[in-house]
C-alpha cells in the first residue's frame, strides 16, 4: 500500500466536484458540509464546529490528495470549536489549523498536549474519555472510539489508549458524533448510543471498500454501517473516502458506492447524508423529529 501510494504523489489533484461558499448558514437547524477526507464542518443552529481540518495537498509528503479540499478556510469568519481526533498528520495538520479562525476553542485527546503548539486558539481542552466541556450551552464530550496513537512512528510504543477520540457535540437539543478514525468494537458503540440521542453520526468508511466490518483501526462502510446502527443515530455522513490515494482500492471511490448499497438494501438511503467533496446540506430546521433512532 505504501508503494502504491508514494507512486501517486505527482497524479494530478482534480478539482473538488462543488466548492463550500456560505460555509455560515442563518438559521439551520443543523447543517453539514465536507471538505473532504475528515474535514467536515457542521453546524447547530448559530455554533459551527470544525473536525480534524485539513486543507494540504499531500500527508507528510508521502499520500498525496486525489481531489482537492471542497472548503476554502479563508471563507470562515468564526469557529466555535475545532474538534481534533487523533495526531496523526492528515487529522492534526498543523498548517492547515493555522488557516482556521481562532475565536474558538481546540479540542484534543488526552496524551496530544505535547504535541500542540501554540496556535493562539481562544482556549484548549485536553480530554480524556468521557470527560466534557460547557461553554455557552455547547456541550462536548471525548467519547472512546477504537485506533492507534502517535505521530513520529515511536513514538506510539508509549502512547497506548491514549491520543485518539471521538466527540458527543450537544446543543439546544440537537447531538453529533463525530468518529474520527475507528475500528468496531462491540461494546463501545453500543453504550454510546445508550448513552445519547444521536441525531446525526460521522463516520469514516475508509480506507477500503469491503462489506465486512473491517480491521482494529479502520471500519470498512459494512463496519460503518454496524456502528450507525449500534449509536441509534437518525443520520449518517459517511467520511474518510474519496479524498486520499492510500492505496487499498484502486478507486478511492469504492467505498462510498458500496455504503450507497448497503444503505440501499437495508431500507435507509434517505439518511444516508451522500455528500460530495464541496457540499453543503441542510439536515434539517429547527428541532429534531421525536423518531427516528434505529434498534
Known amino acids: 500500500m505504501f508503494v502504491r501510494s508514494l507512486s501517486r504523489l505527482n497524479s494530478t489533484i482534480e478539482p473538488a466536484p462543488r466548492t463550500i461558499t456560505t460555509p455560515l448558514l442563518t438559521g439551520p437547524g443543523l447543517a453539514v458540509a465536507w471538505s473532504g477526507h475528515a474535514t467536515v464542518l457542521f453546524q447547530i443552529h448559530d455554533k459551527v464546529f470544525v473536525t480534524d481540518p485539513f486543507f494540504s495537498n499531500a ?8 481531489v482537492a479540499p471542497g472548503l476554502d478556510p479563508d471563507s ?18 498543523y498548517g492547515s489549523l493555522d488557516r482556521l479562525p481562532k475565536n474558538g476553542a ?14 493562539g486558539f481562544a482556549s484548549l481542552h485536553e480530554l480524556s474519555a468521557w470527560e466534557s466541556v460547557e461553554h455557552e450551552g455547547v456541550r462536548i464530550t471525548a467519547v472512546p472510539v477504537q485506533h492507534f496513537s502517535g505521530r513520529y512512528g515511536i513514538d506510539g510504543a508509549w502512547m497506548r489508549n491514549i491520543g485518539y477520540t471521538g466527540y458527543i457535540v450537544e446543543y439546544e437539543g440537537i447531538c453529533v ?22 441525531d446525526l453520526a460521522i463516520i469514516p468508511i475508509g480506507p477500503g471498500s469491503s462489506r465486512e466490518i473491517g480491521g482494529r483501526i479502520h471500519v470498512h462502510p459494512g463496519g460503518a454501517m454496524t456502528i450507525f446502527r449500534e449509536l441509534r443515530a437518525r443520520y449518517l455522513l ?21 455504503i450507497r448499497q448497503l444503505a440501499a438494501e437495508s431500507g435507509i438511503s434517505d ?25
Do not use: C
Open 238 to 258: 459517511p467520511m474518510h473516502h474519496s479524498t486520499m490515494y492510500y492505496g487499498s482500492d484502486d478507486d478511492p471511490r469504492a467505498s462510498i458506492t458500496t
Open 76 to 93: 470562515l469568519t468564526s469557529v466555535d470549536a475545532t474538534l481534533i481526533s487523533h495526531i496523526h498528520f492528515d487529522h492534526f495538520s
Open 106 to 119: 481546540l479540542f484534543v485527546p488526552e496524551g496530544a498536549l505535547p504535541y500542540t503548539p501554540e496556535f
Open 271 to 295: 439518511r444516508l447524508l451522500d455528500l460530495e467533496v464541496g457540499e453543503q446540506r441542510i439536515v434539517f430546521r429547527g428541532r429534531p423529529l421525536p423518531a427516528g433512532g434505529q434498534e
Open 59 to 66: 500527508v507528510a509528503m508521502v499520500v498525496r490528495r486525489y
Open 177 to 198: 458524533f463525530y468518529g474520527g478514525d475507528t475500528g468496531y468494537d462491540p461494546a463501545t458503540f453500543k453504550e454510546i448510543g445508550r448513552k445519547y440521542s444521536i
